[in-house]
């Protein structure tokens, strides 16, 4: 660390000052960051155990529990009907973790590192969300292979499941969006985790996942019409069943495209506002501080 | 002369609070200034602002001529920050944390590895390169950091409070790599409520208190500005300090202040340190210390703000 190994190499700009960020910089920077998230994921894969697990015992549950009652004695039928629900659950419940985890980076500086760096503002929230399709993955392979072993069959193409992994996928990127605004205006992991659990209970449950409409009571059935999860389970068992896609699909994708539309810039707009304020904001309250203290002790000879 | 950063009227208000109530700075390139002051001062505020995280709700400044709002972007290009907050990654090695930062500046994935390597020699790091962050020392971190910030090569650097929480042989680490900068050229704004740090680094020294700058110049400058030389005593015996207390009384005409057994004074009149040395002659007390100084600059801070009593105000304690 000498002042002469030191000296060449900062002294030097480098980057040319452009004053804007392209599209192609925006996606060049997401896709960086969307790196970053994925090497965590990497380095402790026990982040991916909750969606892992989380389906296994939903789909053991309904299948083994309440299949008998809810799909009227027939488990193979019933099987039939919850995997594509039990999938588009899990993506979603998957969905809601990344806003504790931002809340929990917007407790470090590394926010303030990225904002006070020549990138895309979006691009820290947008790799965050890209990093989790591991998540997705992890947890539609796991269901899957499980599906398989209790007897579940895919009654189409490859194609076709193709196009259910990317819905899924697509959808919980989409949905995501919910959490991250939560995550950037709450900035308590627990709390956010907390809310999102609970405003996806009735979206789930609520919905054609586990039983079909046809024996819902009206205002329900009502509900679960225009239930996002509901429509996505629609479209997912018509491409992995067989059976009526477009419906479901359409209705999906405009619901993704709306939560995107609603929730993208709320969440900007707070990961913007949001960053550690430090004791400037309550002097007095912070009194006990280390920071506080180490002033205090610096003074204390003088009085 | 051209100046690096420069601000005018910086105002901030959190509700009620406010937090900067027009602020000036100006750093000439190739300076570094202390910006000193306790918790609430305003100075991560100020760095917050002029780093382009948040805006200002009056005032202007600019960073190397560009403004920090209407041209955040030429500004991000210019300069490094370095928070009061942990920025690098626990999880990632050194190297990815540094590659990473290299990848968003538009470093190709070479280059990037080629000044992660770089940067953790230079920061003596290299052992710990590919070792996660979490089991890193608080200065190693705090060193990883500083090496994150740097990694665009920028020409302004701001250190908001670099060492606090830092053990003293951490904080002398950090010390050195600030000034290798320095001797580089680049222009650093550092924030501290460490006066020796402020005195050690800087150029000169920004006082800040309750969001107004209170006072600025050379920590010389400051020293004379707050005035009067002080003798300081330590009798040999602790048990002598009230009777020592009590003859500096006597002959300087103000209450003296102890502290661990160091008796200090103003001193008004430059014959009072042979007038104290013979009084303590005839009475047969030893002192282990007897001397002039100038104040210190925690002094200076505390004149210059006056949160706390000043030497001069105060009772003595033990006496």
Redesign the interface.
């Known amino acids: 660390m000498s002042a002469q190994t030191i000296a060449a190499p900062v002294a030097a700009p480098t980057v040319e000052l452009t004053g804007r960020i392209t599209f192609a910089q925006t996606v060049s920077h997401s896709l960086a960051l969307a790196g970053r998230g994925f090497m965590k994921f990497m380095k402790s894969p026990i982040q991916l155990v909750d969606v892992i697990l989380t389906p296994i015992i939903s789909l053991l549950m309904f299948v083994y529990l309440f299949g008998e009652a809810m799909g009227g004695g027939n488990t193979d039928a019933y099987i039939e009907l919850v995997v594509p629900g039990v999938m588009v659950m899990a993506v979603f419940q998957a969905s809601v973790g990344i806003g504790a985890s931002l809340a929990a980076d917007a407790s470090t500086g590394i926010f303030d590192r990225f904002r006070s760096m020549p990138i895309a503002r979006s691009a820290p929230l947008i790799g965050a969300v890209l990093a989790d399709i591991v998540r997705y993955v992890a947890c539609l392979v796991t269901l899957v292979v499980l599906a398989l072993v209790m007897g579940y069959r895919f009654g189409t193409n490859p194609v076709a499941w193709l196009g259910a992994s990317a819905l899924l996928i697509g959808f919980a990127l989409a949905f995501s969006w919910m959490s991250v605004y939560l995550g950037m205006l709450i900035k308590n992991p627990t709390s956010v985790q907390g809310l999102m659990t609970i405003l996806i209970l009735p979206l789930t449950f609520a919905s054609n996942v586990f039983m079909k409409e046809t024996e819902m009571a009206g205002w329900l059935q009502a509900w679960s019409d225009v239930n996002p999860v509901s429509l996505v389970a629609e479209a997912v068992r018509g491409l992995l069943n067989g059976g009526p896609v477009a419906h479901g699909l359409y209705g999906s994708l405009i619901w993704m495209a709306a939560v995107v539309a609603v929730f993208f810039p709320l969440a900007m707009r707070a990961y913007r506002k949001s960053g550690p304020r430090p004791a400037v904001q309550v002097p007095s309250a912070r009194s006990s501080s280390h920071r506080s203290a180490s002033w205090r002790e610096y003074a204390a000879p003088l009085s | 002369m051209s100046y690096a950063i420069r601000a005018e009227g910086l105002v901030k208000k959190?509700g009620d609070?406010t937090?900067l109530d027009g602020v000036d700075l100006e750093v000439p390139a190739g300076k570094v200034v202390g910006v000193l002051g306790?918790?609430?001062a305003?100075k991560?505020?100020t760095v917050?602002i002029l780093?382009?995280?948040?805006r200002p709700d009056a005032g202007h400044a600019t960073i190397g001529g560009?403004d920090i709002v209407k041209?955040a972007?030429?500004v991000?290009?210019?300069?490094?920050?370095t928070?009061?907050?942990?920025?690098?990654?626990e999880?990632?090695t050194g190297t990815?944390n540094l590659v990473?930062?290299g990848?968003?500046?538009?470093l190709s994935r070479r280059d990037a590895k080629g000044?992660a390597v770089?940067?953790l020699?230079?920061?003596?790091l290299t052992d710990a390169a590919r070792k996660?962050i979490a089991t890193f020392s608080g200065g190693m971190r705090r060193r990883l950091?500083l090496a994150?910030?740097?990694v665009?090569?920028?020409?302004v650097l701001?250190l908001d409070?670099p060492t606090?929480?830092l053990d003293p042989h951490a904080r002398q680490?950090v010390w050195?790599?600030v000034?290798?900068?320095v001797?580089?050229?680049?222009t650093v704004l550092l924030t501290t409520?460490?006066?020796e740090e402020a005195d050690q680094l800087a150029d000169s020294i920004t006082v800040f208190d309750k969001g107004r700058k209170v006072a600025e110049g050379r920590p010389g400058e400051l020293k004379r500005r707050v005035g009067g030389q002080v003798l300081q005593v330590r009798p040999t015996v602790a048990t002598d300090v009230p009777l020592v207390s009590q003859m500096l009384a006597e002959l300087s005409g103000h209450s003296p202040?102890e502290?661990?057994g160091v008796l200090t004074v103003p001193v008004d009149d430059p014959l009072l340190v042979a007038a104290v040395a013979r009084r303590l002659d005839g009475a047969g007390i030893t002192a282990d210390e007897l001397g002039l100084r100038l104040p210190s600059l925690?002094?200076v801070f505390?004149a210059l703000t006056g949160h706390?009593?000043?030497?001069k105000d105060?009772e003595p304690a033990a006496a």
């Open positions: 959190y609070f937090a306790p918790n609430g305003g991560t505020t917050r780093a382009t995280l948040m560009h041209d972007v030429k991000r290009q210019l300069i490094g920050l928070g009061q907050f942990a920025s690098v990654d999880t990632l990815e990473l930062i990848r968003l500046l538009g000044r770089q940067l020699e230079q920061f003596s996660p950091d994150a910030s740097l665009g090569r920028p020409r701001f409070e606090t929480g680490e050195e790599v000034r290798n900068l001797a580089d050229g680049s409520q460490y006066l202040a502290d661990s925690d002094e505390l706390t009593p000043t030497v105060t």
